[in-house]
């Protein structure tokens, strides 16, 4: 990827993002700065290291899984932003021409 320009507008348009003029400069730099620094990881020689999912070993993570109680409707609903007839969460239009239902 070196040398390669990352076209900072069309990754705003695919994060759904509006950026203000002046700051889309400075995320291309630091895009392609981070994307410089990965190329350079790529170069590293890792013969022999076991791969890790975490800096430190985990035991025990797991628990037993049991039914417990639950909150009521009313309750949970009250913190929703919007509701559909007091019984769904009401959440923003995600893709382009869905309608509401």
């Known amino acids: 990827m070196a040398g390669d320009k990352i076209d900072i507008g069309y990754v705003a348009q695919l994060a759904r993002l509006e ?11 630091e895009l ?23 800096a430190a070993r985990l035991f025990n993570v797991w628990r037993e899984d049991g039914a417990g109680g639950s909150l009521p409707r009313e309750t949970m609903l ?10 769904l969460i009401r959440v923003p239009q995600v893709l382009p021409g869905e309608g509401s239902n």
Request: a negative charge; charged letters at 25%; proline letters at 7%.
């Open 32 to 54: 392609e700065s981070i994307v410089h620094y990965i190329d350079e990881l790529k170069e590293v020689d890792v013969t022999g290291v076991e791969p890790t999912a975490h």
């Open 19 to 29: 950026l203000p003029a002046g700051q889309a400069e400075q995320l291309q730099r």
């Open 78 to 87: 009250a913190n929703a932003p919007a509701t559909v007839d007091g019984e």
